[in-house]
């Protein structure tokens, strides 16, 4: 039996530093942004408010980023785990704190690229090709408080100093990269993702204009380097509908489309600002600084492949009628599709919206796509002996496949490459906590940080395994 997936397909999982290395201090890290982040329930309106310190403050709040899962001194056996799994690839972050610690240093910390070029060399050792992403929600806090974050230019050289030193020392080991994770959420003001407090729009348009610089910048010495090479960009996607066939309803799901979902990828694959966008600025005021010669450097260092995260679909309606039953849970808002079932945090999981994705992204672009995040955010509850069964989240992720197969086969998309988030249980990024799990293998964790932290195999493990020996055939 065969499939469309192509020989040679990656399959894998998908972390982030700050998720799981722990060891927050340790070798001469520096604090980044997720170090200073409180855990908890409330983390997202926090962190959105502003209203936290940009200091640690024990007494007051607990921070799960500072432990993680201890990837930083337990990376060997959860290798191990993942080659046993079969993984292709591995994507990883490196925490641009354990190399420049204050994001502004004259010399990188050899310590913190000793720690990667192990953790790189484990993987090699056991034929797994790592995914770099060099920025995944974990800027150094020095340039939040220095330089108010991304809105400020001198990021851009800061940056750049970052990637050059990265991937002059991983290059003929690590062929895939990504920029920074899911770069999209800055249209809205993450300060995960731009490391501003109380930012404007022209804030955050700035800003986003820095990193498409940075990662056009970083494109370019990867390229200089070894032309072989990809560097992509990274975006979350959520698949949108109108809520019926109401021509206003079916505008404004294009309006939200477009900036949401495509303005990052137009600039970064199509190398210029979309002409939407620069409409949108003129009508908002926004005024973008542009020093001369970037708009070349957009044009001229365009990305090698395009990855996304895929958790979820949102469905828009104008009609007043439609508003009382928003969709909470959901990032993008929207109201409630009644089509759909939704996670127990309110995510409207949506298969065949993964396949319109494919669809639509590869319709727009034509380049090569990598789906780098996806999964089913649960509670696992281990019986006594720590065997979990996770029958919900092999469904979810056998109807994902099972679209991106058609996406394959029928729609004839160039697909690469497939990480699940949270391959093994980490700390998630919206509630700090460790109980919202993703993982085939299960880490002995809780929201307080207790537990032996020991792994076990989920149900899904084995059959993970599986569809990856089967290159997706055995769903
Ligand atoms: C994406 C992030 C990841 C990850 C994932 C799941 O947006 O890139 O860092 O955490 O979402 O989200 P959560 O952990 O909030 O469930």
């Known amino acids: ?28 890290k520096g604090l980044t942004i997720a170090d200073i982040s409180p855990g908890g329930k409330q983390r997202m309106k926090l ?9 640690i403050d024990h007494s007051k709040y607990i921070y799960p980023n500072h432990d993680g899962i201890d990837f930083y001194h337990l990376y060997k056996e959860d290798i191990a785990m993942f080659a046993e799994m079969g993984f292709k690839t591995f994507r990883m972050s490196i925490s641009w704190a354990r190399i420049f610690p204050n994001g502004n240093d004259a010399e990188p910390n050899e310590a913190g690229l000793a720690y990667y070029e192990n953790v790189i060399d484990e993987l090699l050792r056991h034929h797994i090709e790592p995914t770099i ?22 990021l851009i050289g800061l940056f750049e100093k970052y990637a050059q030193t990265i991937l002059e020392r991983f290059h003929t080991k690590v062929k895939y990269w990504m920029t920074f994770n899911e770069i999209n959420t800055g249209v809205f003001g993450s300060f995960f993702s731009t490391a501003m407090r109380g930012a404007t729009p022209q804030d955050n348009f700035q800003a986003l204009h820095n990193q498409f610089v940075a990662s056009s910048l970083a494109t370019k010495i990867a390229h200089e380097l070894n032309p072989e090479l990809q560097v992509g960009c990274m975006s979350i996607y959520a698949t949108m509908y109108a809520y019926d066939s109401d021509p206003k309803n079916i505008m404004a799901m294009e309006e939200k489309s477009r900036m949401f979902n495509y303005f990052c990828n137009d600039v970064q694959v199509r190398g210029e600002y979309p002409t939407y966008a620069l409409q949108f600025f003129k009508q908002q005021g926004i005024k973008l600084d542009i020093a001369e010669g970037e708009l070349d450097l957009l044009k001229a260092y365009t990305v090698d492949y395009l990855s996304f995260s895929y958790y979820m679909s949102a469905t828009v309606s104008v009609n007043p009628e439609h508003q009382g039953d928003t969709s909470q849970g959901n990032f993008f808002g929207g109201v409630k599709n009644p089509f759909l079932k939704a996670s127990e945090w309110g995510w409207e999981i949506d298969p065949v919206g993964l396949r319109l994705a494919l669809c639509n992204l590869y319709a727009r672009y034509g380049v090569p796509l990598y789906i780098s995040e996806n999964g089913l955010g649960a509670i696992d509850t281990p019986d006594a002996d720590f065997n979990i069964d996770d029958s919900y989240r092999i469904d979810y992720l056998r109807q994902h496949i099972a679209e991106m197969e058609k996406a394959v086969t029928i729609d004839g998309v160039d697909l690469f490459a497939y990480t699940p988030w949270g391959c093994i249980d980490l700390v998630s990024a919206s509630t700090g906590e460790m109980s919202k799990r993703y993982g085939f293998i299960y880490v002995d964790l809780d929201d307080e940080g207790h537990g032996t932290m020991n792994r076990y195999k989920k149900k899904s493990f084995d059959w993970y395994k599986q569809v990856i020996a089967t290159n997706g055939t055995n769903l």
Not at 10 to 21: D, H, K, P, R, V
Not at 47 to 55: D, I, K
């Open 47 to 55: 962190l959105a408010s502003g209203e936290f310190p940009l200091e």
């Open 1 to 28: 039996m065969s499939n469309g997936f192509k020989e040679g397909f990656l399959w894998g999982g998908a972390t982030a530093a700050n998720q799981l290395e722990g060891a927050y201090n340790i070798d001469g």
């Open 133 to 154: 992403t060099m920025s995944h929600y974990e800027t150094p806090l020095n340039l939040v408080k220095e330089y108010g974050g991304w809105k400020n230019r001198k």
